[in-house]
């Protein structure tokens, strides 16, 4: 599977940004999706996971109450709604296939090109 994110951009803290990961081939309607994150300098940070139906979200305790991932299977497409934004957010995002939802990042897939958050204070 292909997975192509955008998205991203530069905002203030306290803003708010809504990421796409768009996926190519039939695997991604059966596969859980995931958001990572990687700063310049820092490890891979796991951010959020969606089952393959949606039913089911999983959140990093950094993001938990101002992430929001979801789904549309029709469109083959995952998102991030991120509110609240703070400057330790900064960092491109990328998105993932995923075993389960419950994967670590270490068994994450298929991973696009990410796209670049920053936020400024």
């Known amino acids: 599977v292909q997975l192509q994110a955008s998205g991203g951009g530069s905002v203030q803290a306290g803003g708010s940004l809504r990421l796409s990961c768009v996926a190519s081939?039939?695997?991604?309607?059966?596969?859980?999706m995931a958001w990572f994150r990687q700063a310049p300098g820092k490890e891979r940070e796991f951010v959020a996971t969606i089952n393959y139906s949606g039913g089911v979200t999983y959140y990093a305790d950094s993001v938990k109450g101002r992430f929001a991932i979801s789904r549309d299977n029709a469109k083959s497409t995952v998102y991030l709604q991120m509110n609240s934004l703070k400057p330790e957010d900064t960092a491109a995002y990328y998105c993932a296939t995923a075993p389960h939802y419950r994967s670590p990042i270490s068994d994450f897939g298929s991973r696009g090109q990410g796209t670049q958050v920053t936020v400024s204070s």
């Open positions: 081939g039939r695997i991604f309607r059966s596969s859980a």
